[in-house]
């Protein structure tokens, strides 16, 4: 092509594309062995709770003492077209004592008063006693026709002041959090909760399986026929879900190392969740950041816990059927993962922190997060060292296995332990034309989710004013001190109500800074004082 590549700037530019290169096959062979070893781990493991549940009596766990009643909490807003059939089939779960929690956070439509006329809710005076941080409640409801049935009215503040909210109006030791338009299988309460039988003093949260719930048919609350959707984009969905939860998270699961459990569906002891100051708003993914600072929090006291995935429970959701919808999901997902990492920097390889912190979040690190800069940068380097002549076609066509053929392989995989464990998709066609699809993503779609998270990426790195929330609030960790009390001889730290005066700085600061505090020896039978209120600080 008439360029020179013995020395100067096309020589170094070579040697740069080319080394790169090699770099981009070593690290796309280290993610699929590392992907290959988690499979195997999920194996094991579906393996093992398929006997287990092969002897299960349920009928058993729901009348047993042992079985702890659960609060369902279901932060609403603008859900007035879907919240009664909601509500309604959650009444229909099958499980011994349950109250549902209903949280109105300011919605703008008919939700409440929808609410109200559908369940014959009657206005309580019993205050709520307020321990988390929490937008005001403007009012309590109780149900005439269930006794069960609690809606809570307060001011706007997102989900997770929500589920703070609904956190202080319960009355039982577990709580599940549920979003508002999805479906619970009847058996779903007492699938999750038997994690909680078998350790009851080491499990402190569990998650089940989100599947997706388009083109199924749906009659009176309940999913009575699994189908396919017939949205293309619905479908890479469904192999994508399959994929992250059975060959994915099941893996993490058995490796103590389990960082996510869905905000659609998990179950979590209240108490610990109080400890620690329950939800907080400081990063996009709540649900996330609540798990991975559960795990600093419990190997911060020496103390053994579980965090668990349990693969039987599902929970059904509606995913985007448009790649505007999709792109704007996935940007936020990214973000929060971004967020919640650089939050709990300081748990990276801490050996304190077991493998969520010397295993699960490097990994996390290096291929989640950056794993989809790498990819797309290899896609553009790759082409060009073609163009000027210097990709070497051994290169090539090892690059094309292992980023190609592993990844199918990989959704194959999933989808085999799916149907191994479970046959939800009872039919040769849907089973074939989800095989078909798990090829297809690595064509097209994958690349597209990567330059998603790729966009999303340098848009939080480079955004004036900081992390924002997708709703256009600024979504920081707060300046203000926490106070800090003495609570069943352990600390506790209550966040404060947040000034309003209160500047957000551009990124989330370790989180460890609010929540150090001075060590009083356990026999001096000193009361630790709260230390003063610091006043806000301006951000020149």
């Known amino acids: 092509m008439g360029i020179s590549f013995d020395g100067g700037f096309w020589g170094a530019l070579a040697r740069i594309i080319v080394g790169f290169n090699h770099f981009v096959l070593v ?61 309604r089939s959650l009444l229909k779960l099958n499980y011994g004592q349950y109250e549902i929690i209903i949280i109105n956070d300011g919605s703008k439509d008919e939700t409440l008063a929808t609410l109200m006329r559908a369940f014959d809710l009657q206005r309580w005076e019993t205050p709520v006693r307020r321990k988390l941080r929490s937008r005001p409640i403007r009012a309590v409801y109780r149900s005439m026709q ?6 809570l009215d307060k001011e706007r503040g997102g989900k997770s002041d929500a589920l703070n909210a609904g956190l202080d109006a319960s009355r039982y030791p577990l709580f599940c959090s ?16 038997k994690p909680f039988i078998e350790s009851p003093q080491e499990t402190v949260a569990a998650g089940g399986i989100v599947r997706v719930a388009n083109g199924c048919r749906v009659e009176d609350g309940r999913v009575t026929e699994v189908r396919l959707p017939r949205s293309r984009l619905a479908v890479m969905q469904v192999v994508e879900y ?11 699961s058995a490796a103590r190392s389990l960082l996510i459990i869905s905000g659609a569906f998990g179950m979590y002891r209240k108490q610990e969740i109080v400890d620690i100051g329950g939800y907080s708003s400081s990063t996009d993914t709540e649900d996330a950041e609540l798990i991975v600072r559960l795990h600093r929090a419990m190997s911060d006291r020496r103390q053994p816990y579980r965090i668990v995935f349990v693969p039987d429970p599902v929970c059904w959701t509606e995913v985007p059927e448009t790649w505007k919808v999709l792109t704007t999901q996935r940007s936020r997902w990214h973000r929060g993962l971004l ?54 076609r051994t290169f090539m066509v090892l690059f094309l296995v292992i980023a190609f053929v592993m990844g199918a392989l990989l959704s194959v995989g999933a989808l085999l332990l799916e149907e191994m464990a479970f046959r939800r998709y009872p039919t040769w066609r849907d089973l ?31 955004r004036k004013a900081g992390f ?14 926490a106070r800090r009390r003495v609570s069943r001889g352990m600390r506790q730290i209550v966040p404060p109500d947040r000034d309003a005066s209160t500047r957000i700085p551009p990124w989330p600061r370790d989180s460890r800074a609010c929540c150090r505090s001075r060590t009083a020896g356990p026999r001096s039978g000193r009361r630790i004082p709260a230390p003063p209120e610091a006043a806000p600080r301006s951000r020149r």
């Open 468 to 481: 924002r929330r997708s709703d256009g609030r600024e979504a920081g960790r707060t300046r203000a001190i």
């Open 242 to 252: 399959l994929r992250a939860f059975l060959a994915g998270r099941a893996g993490w």
């Open 432 to 462: 074939l034309r989800l095989l078909a699809y798990g090829f297809l993503e690595n064509f097209g779609f994958r690349q597209y989710m990567s330059f998603v998270k790729v966009r999303a990426l340098f848009e939080a790195l480079w």
């Open 27 to 87: 690290y796309f062979a280290m993610i699929n062995l590392g992907y290959l070893a988690i499979f195997a781990v999920s194996l094991q493991e579906l393996w093992r709770f398929v006997q287990r549940s092969f002897f299960s009596d349920y009928d058993q766990i729901r009348q047993s003492d042992l079985t702890l009643p659960v609060s369902l909490l279901v932060p609403a807003y603008n859900e007035a077209t879907t919240i009664v059939e909601s509500v």
């Open 178 to 193: 549920i979003d508002a338009d999805s479906i619970i299988e009847s058996d779903a309460l007492l699938r999750l909760v």
């Open 146 to 151: 269930h006794p069960n049935i609690v809606v």
């Open 339 to 392: 967020q919640t990492l650089w939050l709990y920097r300081g748990m990276i390889f801490r050996r304190r922190y077991g493998a969520a912190g010397m295993f699960g979040m490097p990994w996390f690190i290096a291929f989640e997060l950056l794993g989809p800069v790498v990819e797309i940068v290899g896609y553009v380097l790759i082409p060009l060292a073609w163009y000027v002549g210097i990709l070497d």
